[in-house]
């Protein structure tokens, strides 16, 4: 089958879209086109995403599918963005139409539920490799950047974390099952995450200054947004959401996990202190997505003597500082 | 040298840009924020160029940077669109960072030839792969589609074809070397093909109906016009804009590489006789590009009952009919 017949059969599916924007032009034409709302900012993001070093040999295509549109969905709710539709160059090592139809099905899986169409691509003979752009849109002057944190920011994350890195660990035999009930629900945290699009009405709402999903790791991503905000901030541990899977090891462990792992996709984001407030008193009466709040924003960097010393983080349990060094890579995940 | 400090180093650079658009956020963020004008449309494409397949094994890095980005280029040429910006997705053996300055050197010749910054990427550790997502901006409504050929237009090229053909052949030992010069020629116009944006404006004020750029090979290539637009063309050969690395060889030959040979990426379009000869006078006079015609959209294919026999188009030569076949893949080029 060749590359236009494989297009046609697997991948020109009717989406329906968000009223954002309009496909003018699908695939089939040298470009697509694309009509962004006037008083709206386009938002573009592009992942790879390789066997062997993004996905273990042997993950199910549709698994493969779904997680790079997922992670992709996830850079565009980071952003406070909308999605309007996606790119996919494909390369696939052999003519092999039962993996594509699967790996097809777990894509439209994610493009189905956010509805965002498939507007054009390529596909290729080669090593296995996935290559999406998204593009979503937001309006004029209300992305959420990195850089926009502000001192006495309330630090907040989406989701427990840590559960992802334990499948990893649990794959590469680093840690051994104790539970076939966990065992399962780490895998599914690693293969199948859930993007938090949800989250982007209330980052309109509750003013959010500025967010990132967690893929490298709560530590490592938060750090982006200190260094580009140019701030430091404390976290407190003691009610830190971690995985339920990891409630089995020690606390020492499931730190680890949460501080460092990466692949969770929820979000990390800080907004002021009374907008968090009232997005948690909407949380608790059911009308907002419930929320973690795990620190504060402290002090400009700049007049941080510890900056480097702490990159940018004091971590306390109960009000007491904890050496950053016990929870940094204790072991490594990989 | 890890992700970022790779991206720092040698894709971090000042391109200037196009007033069509404003970059509001580029590298270093969840997604790129791009601002497209309010009566414009975007215009997106993505190719991948793998070692092997795209790309002989040795190609040099300039080489393969130059050239991943050219074409996608040529894709927005073709549609009537300016460039706004690109994003990269580079998959590389090993962190080899002489090939990556080379590439980025390349890369750059046409990002800044043509005023496209880098809007974002990803970096991963794999078998060499390109895929590269650009984006450019036309005038509501003014897109150049592949499916608007009507009947009456001339069909036209803007460059001589099968140079490139020639060079694959060369490179594969299908055809011997017959002069230096010519050879570097083949291989030049097979490695660095140039975008031909300089047509776009033309596109807009002769009223270019429908256009493509020839990747494939101009039979292919113009047999997805007659498709999409549903009609039927004839081609006249005796004057057909053949290569001049071509000339010491067969007029049947020559023929074969110009019709069927891929890779050249002049453009192949569609216009009125009247805005067709608006625009030759106007060449020459040196006021506008030199184009070249090489047929007529002659009927509705749905009239033709040649429509399957001929592929939609009928070769005539100084007027006499020629049997598609002896034009068709004579040879194998791969």
Not at 181 to 205: C, G, H, W
Request: aromatic share 10%.
């Amino acid at each position: 089958m060749g590359e236009f017949q494989l297009i046609e059969k697997y991948f020109n599916r009717n989406v329906s879209v968000n009223d954002c924007s309009s496909i003018e032009l699908g695939i089939g034409d040298d470009c697509a086109l694309l009509n962004v709302a006037p008083d709206s900012t386009l938002a573009v993001s592009t992942d790879t995403f390789l066997e062997g070093t993004h996905f273990f040999k042997g993950t199910s295509p549709f698994a493969v599918g779904y997680k790079s549109l997922a992670v992709n969905v996830s850079d565009l709710a980071a952003m406070g963005a909308e999605p309007i539709g996606f790119t996919l160059a494909l390369t696939l090592p052999d003519n092999n139409e039962s993996y594509v139809a699967e790996f097809a099905d777990g894509l439209f899986d994610i493009a189905d539920r956010f509805k965002i169409p498939l507007i054009g691509g390529d596909t290729t003979k080669g090593p296995l490799s996935v290559t999406i752009t998204v593009f979503g849109s937001v309006r004029m002057g209300q992305a959420v950047k990195r850089s926009s944190a502000r001192i006495g920011d309330a630090v907040c994350v989406s989701g427990h974390l840590g559960g992802a890195a334990y499948g990893v660990a649990l794959r590469y035999g680093k840690e051994t099952s104790v539970c076939h009930d966990t065992e399962e629900k780490a895998f599914r945290l690693l293969d199948y995450p859930n993007p938090r699009m949800d989250l982007v009405p209330f980052f309109r709402r509750y003013h959010v200054h500025s967010a990132l999903d967690i893929s490298d790791g709560f530590m490592g991503d938060l750090g982006h947004i200190l260094d580009c905000s140019g701030v430091s901030c404390k976290i407190e541990l003691c009610d830190f959401p971690v995985s339920d899977v990891l409630m089995h090891l020690s606390r020492q462990k499931q730190l680890d996990y949460a501080l460092n792992g990466g692949d969770d996709y929820e979000l990390c984001f800080t907004l002021a202190e009374e907008d968090y407030n009232e997005w948690s008193d909407a949380a608790g009466r059911g009308l907002a997505p419930i929320i973690y709040r795990v620190g504060s924003i402290n002090s400009n960097s700049s007049s941080e003597n510890d900056r480097l010393k702490t990159g940018g983080i004091i971590f306390t349990e109960h009000g007491n500082r904890i050496n950053p060094k016990t929870l940094r890579h204790s072991f490594s995940h990989f």
